[in-house]
Nanobody, 124 residues
Framework: EVQLVESGGGIVQPGGTLRLSCVVSGFDASKSAMVWVRQAPGKGPEWVSWISLGGGRQDYAAFTQGRFMISRDNAKNTLYLQMWGLKPEDTALYYC?????????????????RGKGTQVTVSS
């Protein structure tokens, strides 16, 4: 059974820091490109960041503005998203997903596996 389980969300004040984790089971994550996606209340899913199979390449949505960093530990089948300088507009459910081979990593409707997400709330 494929599972992606996120953790690390919470309530933080503006300017705060969080580190999200996504533990993958049921497939070898080292053979897959992975992404983080977020969905704010009343809005559609929004691609956040992408990382290549080996972790050597990354890409970020413009709104991250250098405040987010994606990484992975393939030995642990785990994906991470380090976030700092959080803003109220970053409030959303964050989840990880697998990018099927040959698919565009920004196309949120093309991922084949995703987790249930972890809630991030930025509020004073």
């Amino acid at each position: 059974e494929v599972q992606l389980v996120e953790s690390g969300g919470g309530i933080v004040q503006p300017g705060g820091t969080l580190r999200l984790s996504c533990v993958v089971s049921g497939f070898d994550a080292s053979k897959s490109a992975m992404v983080w996606v977020r969905q704010a209340p009343g809005k559609g899913p929004e691609w956040v960041s992408w990382i290549s199979l080996g972790g050597g390449r990354q890409d970020y949505a413009a709104f991250t503005q250098g405040r987010f960093m994606i990484s992975r530990d393939n030995a642990k089948n785990t994906l991470y998203l380090q976030m700092w300088g959080l803003k109220p507009e970053d409030t959303a459910l964050y989840y990880c997903a697998r990018v099927p081979p040959g698919r565009r990593y920004t196309a949120v409707d093309e991922y084949d596996y995703r987790g249930k997400g972890t809630q991030v709330t930025v509020s004073s």
